[in-house]
């Protein structure tokens, strides 16, 4: 089967052109704030995902915007992304609980952080003291 006639172009893609240009630029909004001051955030950002470097400078500029499975990439490792994403579909709950999840795991840390030390401190109170 063969194209009609009059139907053998494609359109230009103009119709979604705006709502693809600030998705890209809330990407690069949340990608540069997040990556501020990192020299290797093209590297960082290309290992997230995958993608090319020519690629992700693209993202960086806000030039194109992420692909989804990219774009899932990027909001699994950058907590700005996400949140951006998050906020300008109006889910803020879902941000609430995002920063609940973060402060727990860095609690956690912070316990296991501690836990490491005192069974240092233990260890070292239960030596017997060489100058004795």
Known sequence: MSFPKSGNVFPNGTRNAGAEASFAKLVATALRASLRGQASAVKTVARWTGANERTVKNWLAGDRAPSGDHFLGLAANCPGVLAAFLAAIHRNDCLVMADIEEARAKVAAALTALEAVRAVQ??????????A
């Not at 233990?122 to 100058?131: D, F, I, N, V």
Request: net charge negative.
């Open 122 to 131: 233990l260890e070292a109170a239960t030596q017997p003291s060489a100058g």
